[in-house]
């Protein structure tokens, strides 16, 4: 409220980096963390009223954790489990970025690995370093342009694209149980929903299959680092990154600063879907071999809780999407040592994002590790 | 009713708005506070209306301690505040918005308005309002809408009212009426707070000034022996220069030409209706008007926010009149819209980001693809610099600035590009006395180094200390110009109440 009475600092101090500030700290790190643990120590005491034991619960705690990060092979599950759901976190937070809301990474990654799936099958004889990047090229082309139309009617018609891209998801569900029961998707012979199998020469390498051969991990993750970078240079070194965060977070501004937001509506949801066709394509290209219905595994929804837990920073979104990778994994083996459920990750997913979207409540429930925040006066 | 608030202290977290605050006020007295904003003003008369409740400190009526729970309890003790913003229903006549909350009631519950007419009209007529209580809000003039907001507190047996910065909203001859009115209710003996930043008002009006700064009284003045100057060096903590210096006017070219401009506003309503003028190089042209008035159609009409529906704009010979923002940005034209908040800059953005806003396409700040971010950072230092802008860094956010240097920031930013015409809507609202004479100074720079100024501004001092040439618009339309020699407050003021001068 008072000015700085020290005089103004010199244009070197002036250059220098600020020390992050403490609200920016709770916000990035101290809710979504408290919020993991809030919400396995509330999946403990539904355990607890479903009527499990002490000791079964403890055991469901060990295998959660053994099965995601103890071993190398826990290892490589999780990450193989967070590779898809990354790919379309990184798309949803780049819409959040520039304001757009992209529900419909669901729809986009199931057409995308459609496509990916029908490359895939198709080019028989064509060397794996042609063929590979052709079908993941084209999953996400299609997956952008999927995204597009909601971009482009956002833009041309004022839509919302929370509608349309929910419908387009819908549309997108159905498109592919119809696609998957006939030719030429279909595989022949097969009269359930059920697509020709992808070439080897389609497939994302094994990564791991030195150490053993039965270790899932394959080149997906390594696209998934790469996506990471890409986008955080997109949003912080690029002009087009300048446009998306300004209309993102002022609108107004940004028109008045002559962006053209029409334009920036449809790049965004194209790039946010390009993304999320990608995921579909690593999905089918690196574990599945195939696409069938629910191959996406939801990965499209989930994405949106990675993108809110990774609070829309390309690095957030690695770690949120490690965490639910692991989640299940270690889902998996607890379903399979502690014979609980798997649906209980599904609970413990769903408190971390209404934990980490209302920041205040856990400000209410955890007051001792927040700073008191000052009222907003005029 | 007197009454005292001693030792008021008020904190946010770690921001203290007001320490130790003591102050009377005195029945049949008018107390004008004076204050930069976030000196604490608001914040105090929040504690005494009820809404806050301080840290420390108490309030005394008659010599006894009060304590408020919410506002409804100050209310009952007596205290009444006039807002800044009317909080009435634009529909309901004025008897109904006084009435509203409190309403008279008949038997079986039934809405008794002739009790409410009844006593509206006798309030009007006991301290001069002439307000008819039949009248529809929304067709009356703001400065009979405050008149009702003053009937809305005595109704409700106010001793003591507060006015938040009554007259921002008012024309000049509004003023002198309000004026009237305040003395009036002065004299019936009601104790009257006067908020507000104008050092001349206070000067004329009030009966006894202090001054807020920094959340502290740090000066009583006597309105009979203080000066402008006095007055504004306590607000600021300096020496304040008030008028500006200027050279004469020496122009050159017709830069921009507005030609018969007709503009719709968001009802699709001829908000702009026909209008024409010209800014030459080098000479500073000032809009005046009541708020409302078109004024900020025509600016996003000349910039290239909004379309015109008919007539046209050139700019440096060029037809602009359906090309982009950045059309007309690239060609020189520089604009400070009216509300930094809203559009002028993205809060959350850093300094350095706010500082390249409108021009990070150029070739010094991209490469067409990738941000130049060095060069950024350098020329948003260079623009703290100049314009004084205060920030601990230019990684700061913008959010973190005060009003007057996030407004410094983005003058600063619009002014250090090559620019020929300058747009700037309400270019000083809501910045500190201290960052207006710096914004005012570089704003004559530019209109002397041949930048054509257009000022688009309801603070009619502002147009006058800084215009060569003045339009007044009235209901969309130009309806009087003076050059700085024919101009006076009183031409101008009747001008901008719609009054053909």
Same mark, same amino acid.
């Given at each position: ?197 992808? %070439? ?69 949801m194209a790039i946010s879907g390009a993304l999320a066709g990608l995921a579909g394509g690593v999905q089918v290209l690196g574990v599945l071999g195939r696409a069938s219905p629910g191959f996406t595994g939801g ?44 649906? %209980? ?34 | 009713?007197?009454?005292?608030? #001693? ?19 005195? @029945? ?12 604490? &003003? ?12 301080? /840290? ?76 008819? @209580? ?47 009115? =305040?003395?009036?209710?002065? /004299? ?24 807020l700064r920094g959340g502290k009284v740090v000066g009583e003045g006597d309105p009979k022996t203080a000066t402008d100057a006095d007055l504004a060096e306590m607000m600021v903590g300096r020496s304040v220069r ?19 401009? &007709? ?23 000032? =809009? ?48 400070? @819209?009216?509300? #930094? ?113 257009? =000022? ?46």
């Amino acid at each position: 409220m008072s000015f700085n009475e020290e005089g103004p600092p010199t244009t070197s101090e002036m250059l220098q980096r600020v020390v992050v500030a403490r609200g920016q700290v709770e916000d990035v790190v101290i809710v979504p963390v408290l919020a993991v643990a809030l919400a396995l120590v509330l999946g403990g005491i539904t355990m607890l009223l479903t009527g499990v034991d002490v000791p079964r619960i403890g055991a469901a705690f060990s295998a959660l954790f053994s099965g995601s990060f103890g071993s190398i092979s826990a290892l490589s599950e999780t990450l193989t489990a967070a590779t898809p759901v990354t790919l379309t976190a990184l798309g949803i937070a780049l819409g959040f970025r520039a304001g757009l809301f992209n529900i419909g990474a669901e729809g986009q990654m199931m057409l995308g690995g459609m496509a990916a799936v029908a490359v895939g099958f198709s080019f028989p004889g064509l060397p794996i370093f042609i063929h590979l990047p052709l079908a993941l090229l084209v999953g996400a082309l299609v997956g952008a342009a999927w995204a597009a139309i909601a971009g482009w009617l956002k833009a041309a018609t004022g839509a919302h694209e929370v509608i349309t891209t929910i419908m387009l998801n819908l549309i997108a569900t159905q498109l592919t149980g119809y696609l998957l029961r006939n030719p030429p998707i279909q595989k022949p012979g097969r009269h359930d929903p059920i697509s020709q199998s992808v %070439l080897d020469s389609a497939m994302l390498p094994k990564l791991l299959t030195w150490l053993d051969p039965n270790l899932r991990l394959n080149a997906g993750y390594i696209i998934v680092l790469l996506m990471v970078a890409l986008v955080y240079w997109l949003l912080f070194r690029t002009t087009l990154g300048f446009e998306f965060r300004a209309s993102g977070l002022n609108p107004f501004a940004a028109r008045y600063a002559g962006m053209r937001s029409g334009l920036i509506i449809v790049v965004v949801m194209a790039i946010s879907g390009a993304l999320a066709g990608l995921a579909g394509g690593v999905q089918v290209l690196g574990v599945l071999g195939r696409a069938s219905p629910g191959f996406t595994g939801g990965g499209g929804f989930n994405g949106i809780a990675v993108a809110l837990l990774g609070r829309s920073h390309p690095v957030g979104v690695l770690l949120a999407g490690i965490l639910f990778g692991a989640l299940e994994a270690g889902g998996r083996q607890m379903q399979v040592s502690a014979g609980v459920r798997i649906d %209980l990750i599904a609970i413990i997913q769903s408190l971390i994002i209404a934990f980490v979207a209302a920041p205040l409540l856990m400000r209410a429930a955890f007051p001792w590790a927040f700073q008191k925040k000052a009222a907003v006066t005029r | 009713m007197e009454i005292e608030l #001693r030792g008021i202290t008020k904190r946010f977290g770690a921001v203290t708005a007001n320490s130790d605050v003591n102050l009377t006020i005195r @029945p049949g007295e008018i107390l004008g506070l004076l204050g930069e904003n976030g000196a604490g &003003k608001s914040t105090l008369m929040n504690v005494l209306s009820g809404l806050y409740r301080p /840290d420390a400190g108490e309030i005394l009526i008659d010599g006894k301690p009060v304590n408020f729970r919410d506002a409804k309890d100050a209310i009952h003790a007596g205290i009444g505040m006039v807002h800044q913003h009317f909080m009435l229903v634009p529909v309901f006549t004025v008897a109904e918005n006084v009435v509203l909350g409190v309403e008279p009631t008949g038997r079986f519950d039934h809405l008794d308005l002739a009790a409410a007419r009844r006593q509206v009209s006798d309030i009007s007529g006991q301290h001069g309002l002439s307000v008819d @209580p039949n009248a529809i809000i929304e067709e009356m003039p703001v400065g009979l809408q405050q008149r009702v907001e003053i009937i809305k507190v005595l109704f409700r047996s106010a001793e003591v009212i507060i006015f938040d910065e009554p007259t921002a909203v008012l024309t000049p001859q509004e003023v002198t009426e309000f004026f009237v009115i =305040i003395r009036s209710l002065r /004299d019936a003996g009601k104790a009257l707070v006067f908020i507000t930043h104008k050092l001349g008002e206070v000067l004329e009006v009030a009966d006894r000034i202090s001054v807020l700064r920094g959340g502290k009284v740090v000066g009583e003045g006597d309105p009979k022996t203080a000066t402008d100057a006095d007055l504004a060096e306590m607000m600021v903590g300096r020496s304040v220069r008030f008028a500006v210096n200027k050279r004469a006017v020496n122009t050159g070219a017709a830069l921009l030409e507005v030609r018969d401009m &007709k503009v719709l506003n968001e009802r699709d309503e001829i908000t702009v209706d026909g209008v024409s003028f010209e800014v030459r190089a080098g000479e500073v042209v000032g =809009i005046a008007g009541v708020q409302g008035n078109g004024q900020t159609e025509l600016v996003e009409a000349i910039t290239g926010l909004r379309p015109a529906l008919t007539g046209a704009v050139s700019f440096l010979g060029h037809d602009v009149t359906g090309a982009s923002s950045r059309t007309r940005h690239r060609l020189g034209m520089a604009h400070v @819209p009216e509300d #930094r908040q809203k559009s002028g800059m993205v809060t959350d953005f850093t300094v350095a980001e706010n500082a390249v806003l409108d021009s990070y396409y150029e070739k010094r700040f991209s490469s067409g693809v990738t941000m130049r971010w060095p060069a950024v950072n350098a020329e948003a230092a260079k623009i703290v610099d100049d314009f004084d802008v205060r920030t601990a860094s230019i990684f700061s956010l913008g959010d973190h600035l005060s009003g007057g240097n996030q407004q410094k920031l983005v003058v600063g930013r619009e002014l250090s590009r090559d620019i020929k015409l300058m747009v700037a809507s309400q270019p000083t609202r809501g910045v500190d006395v201290g960052s207006i004479e710096y914004i005012h100074d570089r704003l004559i720079a530019a209109r002397d180094s041949g930048v054509g100024v257009l =000022i688009v501004s309801t603070e009619l001092d502002e147009i006058m200390s800084l215009a060569d040439r003045i339009l007044v618009m009235f209901r969309g339309r130009i309806v009087a110009s003076f050059t700085s020699e024919t101009a006076n407050v009183k031409d101008i003021g009747l001008a901008m109440a719609g009054v053909a001068a």
